[in-house]
């Protein structure tokens, strides 16, 4: 299976700062196809998750432009430019080039 | 809008079998394939299972097969999981996820394994 590791787990931030989250995946997540369908997904508290990133760099609608998604080969990153407070919440990145799906383990996303 | 929403979780005992549904409108159901996946607070996320769109191929996390079973009912815009010998270890929220790239999410379903 391909693993999918996430730091930092925990990432406290300041209103209005930026934020951070690697994802670092155990083999490259590109498909036969020639695409590399990794995805990022938000999930606020209590709520399902949401995805807001697919194939590393693309925003679902509806995503604020804030996010954005990066990488390539076995590393990737989401970034948040300026953190709001309804951002909250735990973020996952996962493979959908592979099966099993596998996702990182989550990095919670909290205000300081 | 797309919606998913699952059902048939509970409490169920050990060895016992459990089937959730999920109803899903909004979208073309027959177009898409459907997935399972689970969350539990100390393994995170996990997938579990998936169906193609005809139902024609199916595909299940190690930690399942053999005891589980997708399956869709494509005039009733529904798919199934079903779950055999469950034990503790399957204790989860449960999610219906739509499409290979697992782009909606419904609101989960909660099954407790215990007796």
């Known amino acids: 299976d391909v693993v999918m590791t996430q730091s930092p787990l925990s990432l406290p931030v300041t209103l209005g700062q930026p934020a951070s989250i690697s994802c670092r995946s155990s083999?490259?997540?590109?498909?036969?196809?020639?695409?590399?369908?990794l995805n990022w997904f938000q999930q606020r508290p209590g709520q399902s998750p949401r995805r807001l990133i697919y194939?590393?760099?693309n925003r679902d609608s509806g995503v604020p432009d804030r996010f954005s998604g990066s990488g390539s080969g076995t590393d990737f990153t989401l970034k948040i430019s300026r953190v709001e407070a309804e951002d909250v919440g735990v973020y996952y990145c996962?493979?959908?080039?592979?099966?099993?799906?596998?996702f990182g383990q989550g990095t919670k996303v909290e205000i300081k | 809008q797309v919606q998913l929403v699952e059902s048939g979780g509970g409490v169920v005992q050990p060895g016992r079998s459990l089937t959730l549904s999920c109803a899903a409108s909004?979208?073309?159901?027959?177009?898409?394939?459907m997935n399972w996946v689970r969350q539990t607070p100390g393994k995170g996320l996990e997938w579990v299972a998936v169906?193609?769109?005809?139902?024609?191929?199916?595909n299940y996390a190690d930690s399942v097969k053999g005891r589980c079973a997708i399956s869709r009912d494509n005039s009733k815009n529904t798919v199934f999981l079903q779950m055999n010998s469950l034990s503790a270890e399957d204790t989860a929220v449960y999610y219906c996820?739509?499409?290979?790239?697992?782009?909606?999410w419904g609101q989960g379903t909660l099954v407790t394994v215990s007796s």
């Open positions: 996962m493979q959908a080039s592979h099966w099993p799906r596998t």
């Open positions: 194939r590393v760099s």
């Open positions: 169906i193609s769109n005809d139902g024609s191929w199916t």
């Open positions: 083999q490259s997540p590109v498909y036969s196809d020639g695409n590399t369908y």
């Open positions: 996820v739509r499409n290979w790239q697992t782009d909606y």
């Open positions: 909004g979208f073309t159901f027959s177009s898409y394939s």
